[in-house]
């Protein structure tokens, strides 16, 4: 009786343990969107995340925009650029992974190689001959620099990724799809693609995720502010040299993090498992 009685405590104990802990990590998404719904003048001032009062302003005043442009038109530059990104990352690494898988090609372990050290390389140190490259083809202050690369297989990541869940995958189907009469495009298409759907799903999440927060690439890249997409956006609320905006920026920034939450909501099976399949799972 003792014993179930201290059983029944360790699990209450360690119910509110992990509550406090997760309410902490919490603590700065709910103090933003508290801070969404303050006046101005008492998103600082109170440290508590639960407004005192209700303004519904700031959703309406960030959604009119600024400089004359509609934060809708910064969220669809940010659907476009991540739809374009998730599409190439998708079929270009796909097809990259299962060369390396599947394939044997002469220097195929040198190009693995090489292609494996691209990813210890930093991405600053790509960046001033990227940006040459592209102003040489006038790509600058289009997406052109920040799509077109990712429908090249240059994310050695998602390429790694993939080629670890395509070597889990029996190569008998190979072998019998090749006695049936299929080529290596048919077995890719017919029996590779559809058997890796959590490994896509799990690069599609990570390349819209990284695309939809990125800020530095796109502030290189685009100068137009009708262009701009939602992490450039939300920027334009902010002056370091008159009054910012933080209640229309933190209404804004909420509503940013409706998509990230749909789409990890809808997929989080096939990432867990993509993730527990492909050998990346610490």
Request: net charge positive; with cysteine; charged share 10%.
């Amino acid at each position: 009786m003792i014993g179930q009685r201290n059983s029944a405590a360790w699990v209450v104990a360690k119910h509110v343990l992990i509550s406090v802990i997760a309410f902490v990590m919490l603590y700065p998404v709910l103090w933003m969107l508290g801070s969404s719904f303050k006046p101005g003048h008492m998103i600082f001032t109170e440290t508590w995340f639960w407004p005192q009062a209700w303004n519904w302003q700031n959703y309406i005043n960030g959604w009119t925009g600024i400089q004359g442009n509609p934060f809708s038109r910064f969220l669809t530059n940010s659907v476009v650029l991540s739809l374009g990104s998730v599409l190439g990352n998708v079929i270009s690494c796909s097809m990259a992974a299962y060369a390396f898988a599947r394939l044997n090609f002469r220097f195929k372990a040198i190009c693995f190689g090489l292609m494996l050290m691209t990813i210890m390389l930093p991405h600053h140190v790509t960046l001033i001959p990227q940006y040459i490259l592209f102003n040489h083809l006038e790509w600058v202050n289009t997406y052109l620099p920040l799509v077109v690369p990712k429908w090249l297989a240059t994310d050695a990541f998602f390429i790694f990724l993939m080629v670890q869940f395509f070597r889990g995958l029996p190569k008998e189907l190979d072998e019998a799809a090749t006695i049936d009469g299929c080529g290596p495009v048919r077995i890719y298409t017919k029996i590779i693609i559809p058997l890796a759907f959590p490994a896509l799903v799990t690069t599609m999440i990570f390349t819209f995720l990284w695309t939809w927060d990125d800020f530095f690439s796109q502030l290189i890249y685009l100068s137009d502010v009708s262009k701009y997409t939602v992490p450039l956006g939300l920027r334009l609320f902010l002056d370091s040299s008159s009054q910012s905006d933080w209640g229309p920026m933190f209404a804004m920034s909420v509503l940013s993090l409706v998509p990230c939450f749909i789409v990890f909501i809808v997929c989080q099976k096939y990432f867990v498992e993509g993730i527990a399949t492909s050998g990346l799972k610490g």
